[in-house]
């Protein structure tokens, strides 16, 4: 096992938490370079915590930069389960973090690489280097099956016949 899929294996395990309270099972970890330590951990929160902006990636800098005690995370790795969204990879450049690994890529909303590459825009002060498709299956059979099981429930709930209460 390389070390790349070492740490996607935790990132895979913050992405089963979300799944666990029917969220959308994305999880990321964010390892110090340095010392191979991980500093921060995250899953997808957005119903849960009913805020836009809990994306997995999002609690992971926001938790990784308090320990650090700096915005900047330069020197770090973020391992995540799926490609992330503009909002995220936007956030990726922000944190000057130095390099992305990534299971599933989004070809419906990934901006690294699937529908544009933010990470690695020439004009901005900052790109993020980017590893693809590691742990890729197992990534995206748990996207996949969270998804289907979705659809199988709101097919169950639409077709359920009305509940009549006894007196």
Known sequence: MTTDEKYMKQAIKQAKKAYAIDEVPIGCIIVRDEDGKVIARGYN??????NTLSHAELNAIRKASKKLGDWRLE????????EP???????????????????????????????????????????????????????????????????????????????????
């Open 45 to 50: 929160r957005r119903n849960t915590d009913k």
């Open 75 to 82: 020197g770090c790795t973020m391992y995540v389960t799926l």
């Open 85 to 167: 969204c503009q909002m995220c990879a936007g956030a990726l450049v922000q944190s000057r973090i130095d390099r992305v690994v990534i299971g599933s890529m989004n070809p419906k909303a990934g901006c690294a690489g699937s529908v544009l590459n933010l990470l690695q825009i020439a004009g901005f002060n900052h790109q993020v280097k980017i590893v693809q498709g590691v742990c890729q299956e197992e990534c995206s059979v748990m996207l996949s099956d969270f998804f289907k099981e979705l659809r199988e429930k709101k097919k169950r709930k639409k077709h359920a016949p009305e509940q009549v209460g006894e007196k």
